[in-house]
Structure formats: C-alpha cells, structure tokens
C-alpha cells in the first residue's frame, strides 16, 4: 500500500503543477494574483484545479504518516511493556533481598528470596504479555 501512496502522491504532486503552470501562463505578467485579459476562465479553473489538487495531497501525506505511525506504535508498546517488566523484576528482586537483609537472614537465603523474587516478577510479566 505504501508503494500506491507513493505513486498517487507523485501523480497528484504533478498535476498539481501542471495547474498552476497553466495558471502562471493565464495570468497577468505584472500581476500574477489576477488573469490576463481574455484569459479568467482559464485562470480561475486552474487556480481552482490547483487548489484542490493540493488539499488531495494534504490528504495522501497524511494517509502515508498514519500508515507509518500503525507500524511504529505496535513496536513502541512492545518496547515500553519490555522495560516496565524489567523495572518490576528488578524491584522485586531488590525488595525481597532488602528484606532479607533487614530480618538479618543467612547470604545464601537472601539471595534465594532475591531470585525467587525476580522469578515471580518475570511470570508476571510474561503472563501480561500473554494477554496482549
């Protein structure tokens, strides 16, 4: 689809200045803002054409945007929930030891509680994901 943007986007792009190139030759040398003599129709179609051609290429620019944003956005959500989840394991893990610590348990059963605690944050985590 990016492709037929592309190319409806160029051909617009190039009608469009066709337009006003048949508007710059109706109008007057001095004065481009008014028509030649003799020469209004043919101005006022083509400054009408141009007008309208660039308002269809306001809209296919940002079609192509929002074609990009709907890829981008997904990644983006992914990458957010990834480091969250990070953040939430690491929190967990620190938390736990910190009690450890605090109740002045062994090393060896603190870093246990710390690695459970990462554990459970991390099925949590991959649980979440899961729904998505």
């Not at 192509?64 to 967990?92: K, N, S, W, Y």
């Not at 605090?102 to 899961?130: C, E, I, W």
């Amino acid at each position: 689809m990016k492709a037929e943007l592309k190319r409806a986007a160029d051909l617009v792009a190039f009608q469009r200045s066709e337009a006003l190139s048949r508007k710059r030759l109706s109008g007057d040398p001095r004065n481009p803002f008014r028509p030649r003599y003799g020469a209004e129709l043919t101005f006022a179609a083509a400054s009408q054409e141009a007008e309208t051609l660039g308002y269809i290429l306001k809209l296919l620019e940002k079609e192509a945007a929002r074609e990009c944003a709907r890829r981008v956005f997904p990644t983006l959500d992914a990458i957010l929930d990834f480091v969250v989840g990070l953040g939430l394991m690491a929190l967990g893990g620190l938390g736990l030891a910190a009690a450890c610590v605090v109740a002045r348990s062994p090393d060896s059963f603190t870093r246990a509680a710390a690695l459970l605690g990462l554990g459970f944050m991390a099925a949590v985590n991959l649980h979440r994901q899961k729904r998505k």
